[in-house]
Each structure stands twice: as C-alpha cells, then as structure tokens.
C-alpha cells in the first residue's frame, strides 16, 4: 500500500513539474515576441527617419501615410499627404509639410507617420 501511494504521489509531482515546464515556457514565448515586436517597431521607425532625411536632403516630394492619435482612436483609416517635408526649426520631431494640391503648410509628427515614398522629381538623381 505504501508503494501505491509513492506512485500517485510521484505522478501529481511529474504532472506539476510538467504544468511549471509549460507556464515557463509559455511566458518566455510571450517576452520573446513582445521583444522582437519592439525591435521591429523600432526598425520601422528608423528606415522612417531615414527617408524623412533623404527627403529632405535632395528636396523630393513624398506621399506619406498619416494617422495622428485623434485619428487613431476614432477610426482604423490614414490620412494621405503629398507635398515637399521640412525639417521644423526648432522642435526636429515635428515636420512641415507643404501640400502639392493647394499650398497649404501643415505641421505634422515625424512618430505619427505610418508609411513615406519618395517621388525622385530631379532627373538628374537616380
């Protein structure tokens, strides 16, 4: 009889081993995907900033998808822009933008921009 009781003692401990085993690995999953979709969202934003500076430098007009956090919250839809971007003098994580369709100077957030093209309209750049 002891010996029965060895052995069911033995198995609820294997199958608690086995459920910790689990739980672990379980969260370790989750960290490692929220790490990798961190780094990711970083990635993003620095090919961003990247064509942001390209841009700027050789004076391209962009399209670039918008959504800026009233957006955001109200509806699951980007705002296009087209138009030449400045660098803001004074605070560089804003930037202006001057619209192709009709002038009109916006001042929008380098961190609310989702995607940018660049339109190469100097024929002398390749």
């Known amino acids: 009889m002891v010996s029965s009781n ?7 401990e294997n199958s608690v081993k086995k459920f910790t085993r689990f ?8 960290f490692a995907s929220f790490i990798d979709e961190e ?18 430098t050789q004076k391209s007009i962009v399209v670039i998808q918008y959504r800026d956090d009233l957006q ?10 087209v138009g030449r971007i400045y660098q803001h003098a004074t605070n560089p ?3 202006v933008i001057k ?3 009709d002038n009109q100077v916006r001042m929008i957030s380098a961190k ?6 660049i339109i190469r309209n100097n024929p002398n750049l390749k």
């Not at 060895?6 to 609820?12: F, K, M, P, Q």
């Not at 780094?39 to 700027?56: G, T, V």
């Not at 955001?72 to 822009?81: C, D, G, I, S, V």
């Not at 609310?112 to 093209?117: F, G, P, T």
């Open 23 to 30: 739980i672990s690995r379980s969260s370790q999953r989750f």
């Open 72 to 81: 955001e919250k109200a509806a699951n839809r980007f705002e296009t822009l």
């Open 39 to 56: 780094s990711e969202k970083e990635k993003q934003s620095n090919r961003i900033l990247q064509q942001i500076n390209q841009a700027i």
């Open 99 to 101: 619209l192709q369709k």
């Open 93 to 95: 994580d804003s930037l």
């Open 6 to 12: 060895r052995s069911v003692d033995s198995e609820s």
């Open 112 to 117: 609310n921009i989702k995607k940018i093209s």
